[in-house]
């Protein structure tokens, strides 16, 4: 069912889309604050260390932090919005938080207009 025409609109938004699997980490500068820093120290302590996750990979020993809810969803850097993870398990969760935020954004250009002439072009 997808035709040239989505694939059209792909290439066009290719900017803003183009991060997928990689929602944090890329360097935005936003992860880089002390203020991360401080709550990415004390979620690592509040779960001991070990990953809130334990997806199959799991190496149980966490050395990141990772947003409950994501914060294109609207998540907040707090503490009580951060869990422990390990490597594998995050890029894991990252996958699937950005595959779900592809899944919304397509069922945002549902109508074929909309599709395109995305938003914010
Ligand atoms: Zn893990």
Redesign the pocket.
């Known amino acids: 069912m997808v035709t040239n025409h989505g694939r059209r609109t792909e290439a066009c938004t290719g900017r803003a889309t183009e991060g997928r699997g990689l929602s944090w980490g890329q360097g935005s500068g936003r992860t880089g604050t002390s203020q991360w820093r401080n709550i990415r120290a004390a979620v690592l302590q509040r779960d001991a260390r070990i ?5 199959s ?6 050395s990141e932090v990772d947003h409950i809810v994501s914060v294109a969803d609207g998540g907040s850097d707090s503490v009580h919005n951060g869990r422990a ?6 890029k ?1 969760q990252t996958q699937r938080q950005a595959a779900a935020a592809r899944r919304r954004q397509r069922a945002k250009l549902s109508s074929p207009d909309a599709g395109r002439y995305p938003p914010g072009h």
């Not at 993870?85 to 995050?90: D, P, R």
């Open positions: 990953c809130q996750l334990k997806y990979g799991c190496t149980r020993r966490a993870v390990c490597t594998s398990c995050h894991v």
